[in-house]
């Protein structure tokens, strides 16, 4: 009996009745192997969906039917075919064409020392919008909250006062943590978004913006004083 693995790997995200395209990529010694029964069968480590695998096996059998193949149960085949598959989720917008191609550092001349700083892993740039969108509403709440407790106690003793200017220093923080760790020390620096080969300063000056009078406020709140 001549026995032969053929493996296809096959995107996940249809399950619907129609078959989808499907290639067979197929690899052999010397001559190609000759036609014969097959049997479809499931690789160890797919994930435990049945429908989904059938949908996919059923492709396969279709596409090994069209070059010469028999289809064969599991016993008396000449040849077995293990069908692998895997799940995968792309995350689209702000994530994946801005954040995701900073992190992977796809814009930059690639240089080998420093390509092992790089992070390709899809869960990377949601990871990072999602930092990026808390500490940027973080800044804005708590600025905003400063900066009506102040107005409003403008007559008032000056620890409610204070009270109003910590709320309004904490999210100046928490801007420059966001504008000027986040994007200038560790987008431009770490991952070398400064040597972008298209706009190659462009996420540092524009973090730049949001950074100074962010920081200009907070030196502006902590030298402020209680008048004497």
Same mark, same amino acid.
């Not at 598959?85 to 240089?111: C, E, H, I, K, W």
């Not at 006062?161 to 504008?179: N, R, S, T």
């Given at each position: 009996?001549?026995?032969?693995?053929?493996?296809?790997?096959?995107?996940?995200?249809?399950?619907?009745?129609?078959?989808?395209?499907?290639?067979?990529?197929?690899?052999?010694?010397?001559?190609?192997?000759?036609?014969?029964?097959?049997?479809?069968?499931?690789?160890?480590?797919?994930?435990?969906?049945?429908?989904?695998?059938?949908?996919?096996?059923?492709?396969?059998?279709?596409?090994?039917?069209?070059?010469?193949?028999?289809?064969? %149960?599991?016993? %008396?085949?000449?040849?077995?075919?293990?069908?692998?598959?895997?799940?995968?989720?792309?995350?689209? %917008?702000?994530?994946?064409?801005?954040?995701?191609?900073?992190?992977?550092?796809? /814009?930059?001349?690639?240089?080998?020392?420093?390509?092992?700083?790089?992070?390709?892993?899809?869960?990377?740039?949601?990871?990072?919008?999602?930092?990026?969108?808390?500490?940027?509403?973080?800044?804005?709440?708590?600025?905003?909250?400063?900066?009506?407790?102040?107005?409003?106690?403008?007559?008032?003793?000056?620890?409610?006062?204070?009270?109003?200017?910590?709320?309004?220093?904490?999210?100046?923080?928490?801007?420059?943590?966001?504008?000027?760790?986040?994007?200038?020390?560790?987008?431009? /620096?770490?991952?070398?978004?400064?040597?972008?080969?298209? /706009?190659?300063?462009?996420?540092?000056?524009?973090?730049?913006?949001?950074?100074?009078?962010?920081?200009?406020?907070?030196?502006?709140?902590?030298?402020?004083?209680?008048?004497?």
């Amino acid at each position: 009996m001549r026995s032969a693995i053929v493996r296809a790997a096959l995107p996940s995200g249809a399950s619907s009745a129609t078959v989808p395209s499907v290639e067979v990529t197929r690899f052999h010694n010397g001559s190609p192997a000759q036609t014969g029964s097959i049997a479809v069968q499931e690789i160890p480590g797919n994930p435990d969906v049945g429908l989904e695998f059938r949908t996919y096996a059923g492709a396969v059998s279709q596409e090994l039917q069209r070059v010469g193949f028999t289809s064969a %149960g599991d016993a %008396g085949s000449d040849y077995v075919a293990l069908v692998g598959f895997r799940r995968s989720f792309r995350p689209t %917008g702000t994530a994946r064409n801005a954040v995701g191609p900073l992190l992977a550092m796809q /814009d930059t001349y690639q240089t080998p020392g420093l390509m092992w700083r790089a992070i390709r892993a899809d869960w990377a740039c949601m990871l990072g919008l999602a930092v990026i969108t808390t500490l940027e509403t973080l800044a804005g709440l708590f600025a905003a909250a400063g900066v009506v407790l102040m107005i409003g106690r403008l007559k008032g003793p000056y620890a409610a006062f204070a009270k109003g200017k910590a709320w309004a220093m904490l999210g100046a923080l928490c801007a420059i943590a966001v504008w000027g760790v986040g994007f200038m020390v560790v987008a431009g /620096d770490w991952f070398m978004a400064w040597q972008a080969k298209k /706009d190659p300063l462009a996420v540092q000056l524009g973090a730049l913006i949001y950074l100074a009078p962010n920081a200009f406020a907070l030196l502006f709140l902590m030298l402020q004083r209680e008048p004497r």
